[in-house]
């Protein structure tokens, strides 16, 4: 599992949790000032050991960024979760995060006026649920993360999201 955070967006920053051997992207959290406090919680949030993402996980790799503290470092030690830090200058490292940073902000950041923190967190939540249920993924053999049942005979509907940014077609019956 990988946390990185997407930064560059106005004056927020989006922490996210992905998952390797899914490819599945979690949003951790979305503020305008990250504190050490803050990612503390963050730590104890992915860690909770009933729904917490990093549920049965053992290692977190996580990239240079001085929010990383020892505390948040410890909170995730104490449920045996090793985290790793990533060499310095080093992005090919952390490829799938990269890729999926990539993605949103060519896909849908870039191509948006974002007009305030409940904005952003509803474009960030509804890319996520396109790259989650309807997006394609070359390493996953083009198939979906978490894909739509689908039905073999039925009508060919194009379903929009974000204002038709992002679109896909699937059957319905």
Known sequence: VEV??????????????????TRKVEIAGIISQADGKWMAQMARNLSDPFDGFLKNKRYLIHDRDPLFTQQFSDILGAVDITTIK??????????????????????????MIIFGESHLRYCVEQYC????????????????????????????????????LLKSYRRVA
């Not at 990185?4 to 051997?21: E, N, P, Q, R």
């Not at 070359?138 to 038709?164: A, S």
């Open 129 to 164: 649920n396109y790259y989650h249920h309807r997006r394609p993924h070359q390493g996953l053999d083009n198939n979906m993360i978490e894909p739509w049942p689908q039905i073999k005979d039925g009508k060919m509907v194009l379903e929009q999201q974000l204002g038709g």
């Open 4 to 21: 990185h955070t997407l930064g560059g967006l106005t004056k927020y920053m989006v922490l996210f949790v992905i998952d390797y051997a």
């Open 86 to 111: 990533v060499s310095p200058r080093s992005p090919n490292m952390t490829p799938f995060a990269e890729r999926f940073v990539r993605s949103i902000k060519s896909e849908c950041l870039d191509k």
